[in-house]
């Protein structure tokens, strides 16, 4: 899983850099040359795909800490290992959860922030407390990709130690086997 995982962060964070830099290319996107508004495209459907793969990839990861936290709940139970793989495995997708949270807000903000910059959307705004809706997209979407590079390695590394975790759980399920006798 670290290594799927880790393709997938790396190439979600490099699409978020590259709506990043269309966004960045765009001097003013009230101008109706064709250019700009094929730049303007281009960021946007760029920004659309980066926020969705971006949310898939954080819910990968719940999606993974949910099925090997029951796995490792039956397994502790079938054969007999009491409860302290369960609650370590617990700990880490409760720890990991609000990051994961904080992540898809942020990504859910910066968009929304981009439709509010956009001067063709009717969301439109002159600003928030006199900073431009521009600067106020800039800022959130930078602060967006940071805080999310961040996550992803705080991600990487809860996955990291819960396969330690489940590793664990089959060197003792291993060791119970052949002392029984039975096929490992």
Avoid at 25 to 32: L, Q
Avoid at 67 to 82: C, D, H, I, Q, V
Avoid at 90 to 117: D, E, Q
Avoid at 138 to 149: D, E, G, K, P, R
């Amino acid at each position: 899983m670290k290594r799927i995982f880790a393709t997938l962060a790396v190439f979600s964070n490099v699409l978020m850099l590259a709506a990043f830099a269309l966004g960045w290319m765009i001097d003013d996107p009230a101008v109706r040359d064709a250019a700009v508004q094929r730049l303007v495209a281009w960021h946007f459907l760029t920004a659309v795909a980066a926020l969705m793969f971006a949310a898939l990839v954080h819910a990968i990861v719940l999606t993974y800490f949910m099925g090997t936290g029951r796995w490792l709940e039956e397994t502790s139970r079938a054969y007999s290992l009491g409860t302290r793989f369960t609650a370590e495995g617990r700990s880490l997708k409760y720890h990991t959860l609000p990051w994961m949270a904080a992540a898809l807000l942020l990504l859910i903000l910066t968009g929304g922030f981009g439709a509010v910059a956009d001067p063709a959307s009717p969301a439109g705004a002159e600003g928030f407390a006199g900073i431009p809706a521009a600067t106020v997209h800039f800022l959130t979407a930078s602060v967006t990709i940071a805080l999310n590079a961040v996550i992803n390695l705080l991600e990487y590394s809860a996955i990291d130690r819960n396969s330690r975790i489940v590793q664990s759980v089959l060197d003792e399920v291993h060791r119970i086997r052949r002392e029984k006798g039975l096929p490992v």
